[in-house]
């Protein structure tokens, strides 16, 4: 006697859409009842019909060349908008290149939910030898936020609903949900289908801080003598931009940011002690940290830090407090309300700084600006081009412009116009963030123009538009208003290594500097420009933003412009030997 499990449909009855429905509609509509609309991947089995559906279902589908730079776009948009960046990924080796993104997306605290094709677990676990046979839960779970397996199409819904609530609740990061084939095929009726879908309730539940904890921090600001605001990207993620403000200038604060942070205060701002990173560590008293992590960027608090230092620490994750270095007031909670609070506790006191602290930082803001517009000047007419003669003909051009989102990726080329370009906007600028890594560059330029509506210009280095250039491809396919400026100097970090051996291979760091970038535009038909000089560049970058179309701008540099691994060179280890990068 035949037998069938509530909800599915009868063995003798043919189902029928709509009447019936598969795990892949039960998917698009569970995504589209937590308000997900978008979706970022890369389809074969067993997803493809589920990325058709999902369209069908209203969500569009940003189909990729690499499931890696489907979620860098996916981290890109949940970073931009507070909400998870859905990526799309096959099963194996597409679920791997998936998780990459992924995982950074969790190390630099993104909401992300990545939903990748799975073999059926029970041929898995019986290791069977079946189709791109690979446990990917297990894999995944040390390397995200929180992980799902979906079994049966039931499953579905609330493993979307507790996926997002997880991405986005607490410290943001990755989630993974194991979209097992069995799942997405079975067959149930519509109406019970239906039954299944719920809207959840309080996604983010912000915890405020303790008052005792406020009242420590408040103490401890009010009376610096040379008191500074570390801003992170976490700052600039919780979209608490009036409240930062509002403690910096009010107060009087000097603030530094940190690369992501970049214009969430001006750059060029009264109080920004930007050129000032050095003093601001050695002589700094209180220093508050308002979503940054004391981690390598940062000396882990420690080394060129003034030894007596208080750090007042405002993060949402409390196992952050305290790491390689005492935390002197702690402020664990919802970034905005712990604004609020020492707002409110800081309210009609009166600050014990020193006058002349700003003043001083002022002073050296103004000299280190004018050498470094020196060093521009000096290179301005360098032929061929280097770093600094391009991103002296790019700085103008992007600063009229303040709106469009710059993405950048390299070693030099990453490093240099970070220092060069003055950001006026939040979250305008996003670049490799924690890991440093490179390989993100179309993934995040991609992400940022389709989460946003708005122009991107994404300045990469020769060797970093390598990681993603084919996906240069889907910037052109989606019509995207992304301009890609590429600096070729011929290498990794530059074109001038020398093989050791003598021999007639290309040294580990060696490209071509005679590549051209622009013809990889032409053939996918997008606007592009070959220049060699600053003042072509220019017209080409001001031209390709106007336009709002793709583009791509081949910057010809000099071979030997660019350093090895750019300003952290520091970081690697000594050869003893005399080696020639």
Same mark, same amino acid.
């Given at each position: 006697?035949?037998?069938?499990?509530?909800?599915?449909?009868?063995?003798?009855?043919?189902?029928?859409?709509?009447? *019936?429905?598969?795990?892949?509609?039960?998917?698009?509509?569970?995504?589209?009842?937590?308000?997900? $609309?978008?979706?970022?991947?890369?389809?074969?089995?067993?997803?493809?019909?589920?990325?058709? &559906?999902?369209?069908?279902?209203?969500?569009?589908? &940003?189909?990729?060349?690499?499931?890696?730079?489907?979620?860098?776009?996916?981290?890109?948009?949940?970073?931009?908008?507070? +909400?998870?960046? /859905?990526?799309?990924?096959?099963?194996?080796?597409?679920?791997?290149?998936?998780?990459?993104?992924?995982?950074?997306?969790?190390?630099?605290?993104?909401?992300?939910? *990545?939903?990748?094709?799975?073999?059926?677990?029970?041929?898995?676990?019986?290791?069977?030898?079946?189709?791109?046979?690979?446990?990917?839960?297990?894999?995944?779970?040390?390397?995200?936020?929180?992980?799902?397996?979906? @079994?049966?199409?039931?499953?579905?819904?609330?493993?979307?609903?507790?996926?997002?609530?997880?991405?986005?609740?607490?410290?943001?990061?990755?989630?993974?949900?194991?979209?097992?084939?069995?799942?997405?095929?079975? /067959?149930?009726?519509?109406?019970?289908?239906?039954?299944?879908?719920?809207?959840?309730?309080?996604?983010?539940?912000?915890?405020?801080?303790?008052?005792?904890?406020?009242?420590?921090?408040?103490?401890?600001?009010?009376? !610096?003598?040379?008191?500074?605001?570390?801003?992170?990207?976490?700052?600039? %993620?919780? *979209?608490?931009?009036?409240?930062?403000?509002?403690?910096?200038?009010?107060?009087?604060?000097?603030?530094?940011?940190?690369?992501?942070?970049?214009?969430?205060?001006?750059?060029?701002?009264?109080? #920004?002690?930007?050129?000032?990173?050095?003093?601001?560590? *050695?002589?700094?008293?209180?220093?508050?940290?308002?979503?940054?992590?004391?981690?390598?960027?940062?000396?882990?608090?420690?080394?060129?830090?003034?030894?007596?230092?208080?750090?007042?620490?405002?993060?949402?994750?409390?196992?952050?407090?305290?790491?390689?270095?005492?935390?002197?007031?702690?402020?664990?909670?919802?970034?905005?309300?712990?604004?609020?609070? &020492?707002?409110?506790?800081?309210?009609?006191?009166?600050?014990?700084?020193?006058?002349?602290?700003?003043?001083?930082?002022?002073?050296?803001?103004?000299?280190?600006?004018?050498?470094?517009?020196?060093?521009? !000047?000096?290179?301005?007419?360098?032929?061929?081009?280097?770093?600094?003669?391009?991103?002296?003909?790019?700085?103008?051009?992007?600063?009229?412009?303040?709106?469009? &989102?710059?993405?950048?990726?390299?070693?030099?080329?990453?490093?240099?116009?970070?220092?060069?370009?003055?950001?006026?906007?939040?979250?305008?600028?996003?670049?490799?963030?924690?890991?440093?890594?490179?390989?993100?560059?179309?993934? @995040?330029?991609?992400?940022?123009?389709?989460?946003?509506?708005?122009?991107?210009?994404?300045?990469?280095? $020769?060797?970093?538009?390598?990681?993603?250039?084919?996906?240069?491809?889907?910037?052109?396919?989606?019509?995207?208003?992304?301009?890609?400026?590429?600096?070729?100097?011929?290498?990794?970090?530059?074109?001038?290594?020398?093989?050791?051996?003598?021999? #007639?291979?290309?040294?580990? +760091?060696?490209?071509?500097?005679?590549?051209?970038?622009?013809?990889?535009?032409?053939?996918?038909?997008?606007?592009? %420009?070959?220049?060699?000089?600053?003042?072509?560049?220019?017209?080409?970058? +001001?031209?390709?933003?106007? #336009?709002?179309?793709?583009?791509?701008?081949?910057?010809?540099?000099?071979?030997?412009?660019?350093?090895? #691994?750019?300003?952290?060179?520091?970081?690697?280890?000594?050869?003893?030997?005399?080696?020639?990068?």
């Amino acid at each position: 006697m035949s037998t069938t499990t509530p909800g599915t449909t009868s063995p003798q009855t043919t189902p029928h859409y709509p009447e *019936q429905v598969t795990g892949m509609y039960v998917l698009a509509r569970a995504l589209r009842e937590v308000g997900l $609309d978008t979706m970022y991947g890369l389809v074969g089995i067993p997803v493809t019909e589920a990325a058709y &559906i999902c369209q069908e279902q209203g969500i569009r589908f &940003i189909s990729f060349r690499h499931e890696q730079q489907a979620g860098m776009a996916a981290a890109t948009h949940g970073y931009l908008t507070r +909400t998870p960046g /859905v990526l799309l990924t096959v099963s194996s080796l597409g679920f791997m290149n998936g998780l990459t993104a992924t995982a950074n997306a969790t190390v630099n605290c993104y909401p992300m939910i *990545q939903i990748s094709g799975a073999t059926d677990p029970k041929m898995v676990g019986m290791k069977m030898g079946t189709y791109e046979e690979l446990d990917q839960l297990n894999t995944a779970i040390p390397l995200v936020k929180a992980a799902f397996r979906c @079994s049966k199409a039931e499953d579905i819904p609330s493993a979307v609903a507790r996926a997002y609530r997880a991405a986005v609740s607490g410290r943001p990061g990755g989630v993974y949900i194991d979209m097992s084939t069995p799942a997405l095929g079975q /067959v149930m009726n519509r109406a019970d289908a239906d039954k299944l879908f719920y809207k959840p309730v309080d996604v983010y539940s912000p915890v405020a801080p303790n008052q005792a904890s406020v009242d420590l921090a408040v103490k401890t600001i009010l009376e !610096a003598k040379h008191p500074a605001v570390l801003l992170g990207k976490g700052a600039a %993620y919780a *979209q608490v931009d009036d409240k930062i403000k509002t403690l910096i200038e009010k107060y009087n604060i000097p603030y530094l940011p940190m690369s992501m942070a970049k214009g969430l205060m001006p750059d060029n701002g009264q109080l #920004s002690a930007l050129s000032c990173r050095s003093t601001i560590m *050695q002589q700094a008293d209180v220093v508050i940290v308002i979503g940054a992590r004391l981690n390598w960027m940062l000396s882990f608090g420690k080394g060129k830090w003034n030894p007596a230092i208080k750090f007042v620490q405002l993060d949402v994750e409390p196992q952050e407090i305290d790491v390689n270095v005492p935390i002197a007031a702690p402020v664990v909670g919802d970034m905005s309300l712990a604004l609020d609070a &020492i707002l409110a506790g800081m309210d009609g006191k009166t600050m014990s700084a020193d006058p002349a602290w700003v003043t001083s930082l002022q002073a050296e803001t103004k000299e280190k600006n004018a050498k470094f517009a020196v060093r521009l !000047a000096d290179n301005a007419n360098a032929s061929p081009m280097t770093h600094w003669t391009a991103l002296g003909a790019i700085k103008p051009v992007l600063e009229s412009n303040p709106d469009v &989102i710059l993405v950048n990726e390299g070693a030099n080329t990453l490093d240099d116009t970070r220092d060069a370009i003055d950001m006026s906007l939040p979250r305008h600028r996003v670049d490799c963030a924690t890991w440093a890594i490179m390989g993100m560059g179309m993934g @995040s330029a991609i992400g940022a123009a389709v989460s946003t509506g708005k122009s991107v210009v994404a300045i990469e280095g $020769d060797s970093a538009f390598g990681f993603s250039g084919m996906d240069f491809s889907t910037i052109v396919r989606f019509n995207l208003p992304v301009t890609v400026v590429i600096f070729n100097n011929g290498g990794i970090y530059n074109g001038a290594g020398v093989n050791m051996s003598g021999g #007639s291979d290309p040294a580990p +760091t060696t490209l071509d500097i005679h590549a051209r970038y622009d013809k990889l535009a032409e053939a996918f038909g997008a606007d592009n %420009y070959y220049v060699t000089t600053p003042d072509e560049l220019s017209k080409a970058l +001001t031209a390709a933003i106007a #336009s709002k179309k793709p583009c791509l701008i081949d910057v010809q540099l000099a071979y030997d412009s660019g350093k090895e #691994s750019g300003h952290i060179g520091y970081l690697n280890p000594a050869p003893l030997q005399q080696v020639t990068v």
